[in-house]
C-alpha cells in the first residue's frame, strides 16, 4: 500500500511539473513582451552613433546624434547633447512645458533630461534592441514591444497601472525597398499609436522599423497644431 502510495506521489509531482513548465513555455511563447534575439548587434555597440534629423511643420532645424553609451545584453543606454541655440525661442519653450507633461503623464523608467542655462538640451534614455525587435518602457516602465517581423495588423498593448490599456498597431508592410533612408530604400513596418483623450500633448505617433537600423522614422502630432518628424540615419552601418 505504501509502495502505491509512494508511485501515485512521484507521477503528481512529475504530472505537475511537467505542468508547470509547459504552462511557462506556452507564456513565453505567447506573451508578445517576451524579445529574444542577437543582443550583439552592429547598431547597438558602444560608441556608435546614430545622426537624428529634426522637422517641425514640415520646417528643417538643426539635427544631432543619439550615441550608445553603454550595451549591456541587449539593454542599450543612449545619450544626445542638443544645442538650441538655431532652434525657435517658441520651440524651446514648447520643449520645457512639454516634456515635464509627458513625463507625468506616461511615467517613464531610465529617461532624464534637462535644459542648461546655454540652452543645451541633454537626453539619456534606455532601449532594449535585438535582432527581432526593441523594446521601450516608456509606459509606467512597463515593457513595449515591436518586432520587425510581425504582420500588418498586429497590435501591441500595454495595461497601464490605471488600467488603461494603450495600443499601437501595424499598419503597413510593404516588403520592398521604398522607404528613403538618406540616399538608399529600405524596407520598413509602419506603427501607428493614437493617444488617449486626456494625453496631455499628443494626438497620435507613427513611427517606422527596419530589422538592421532599428528606429528609422518617428512622427508625432500634437494637441497645439505641430507635427514634429525625426529622421534617424546610422550612416556608419551602410
Known amino acids: 500500500m505504501q509502495s502505491m502510495l ?66 549591456d545584453n541587449g539593454m542599450v543606454t543612449y545619450g544626445a547633447t542638443v544645442s538650441t541655440a538655431a532652434y525657435p525661442d517658441s520651440l524651446i519653450a514648447d520643449l520645457i512645458t512639454i516634456v515635464p507633461q509627458l513625463i507625468s503623464y506616461y511615467k517613464p523608467k531610465d529617461v532624464t533630461w534637462s535644459i542648461g542655462t546655454n540652452g543645451t538640451l541633454n537626453v539619456q534614455f534606455k532601449l532594449k534592441i535585438t535582432s527581432e525587435g526593441m523594446q521601450n518602457y516608456f509606459i509606467d516602465g512597463k515593457p513595449w514591444t515591436v518586432k520587425y517581423a510581425d504582420p500588418v495588423g498586429t497590435d501591441y498593448s500595454v495595461t497601464r497601472d490605471n488600467g488603461q490599456t494603450l495600443t499601437a498597431t501595424v499598419t503597413e508592410k510593404t516588403g520592398v525597398d521604398d522607404w528613403p533612408y538618406s540616399f538608399w530604400q529600405i524596407k520598413t513596418s509602419k506603427v501607428e499609436y493614437v493617444a488617449p483623450t486626456d494625453d496631455p500633448v499628443l494626438t497620435k505617433v507613427t513611427f517606422r522599423v527596419n530589422h538592421k537600423f532599428g528606429l528609422v522614422y518617428v512622427k508625432a502630432e500634437g494637441k497645439n497644431g505641430k507635427v514634429i518628424e525625426i529622421n534617424l540615419i546610422s550612416f556608419f552601418l551602410l
Open 6 to 71: 509512494k508511485k501515485a506521489m512521484l507521477i503528481s509531482l512529475i504530472l505537475s511539473a511537467l505542468f508547470i513548465v509547459n504552462s511557462c513555455k506556452k507564456k513565453t511563447e505567447t506573451d508578445p513582451n517576451v524579445l529574444t534575439g542577437e543582443t550583439n548587434l552592429p547598431l547597438t555597440q558602444k560608441d556608435s552613433v546614430t545622426n537624428i534629423y529634426f522637422l517641425v511643420n514640415g520646417v528643417n532645424l538643426p539635427g544631432t546624434t543619439f550615441k550608445v553609451l553603454s550595451n
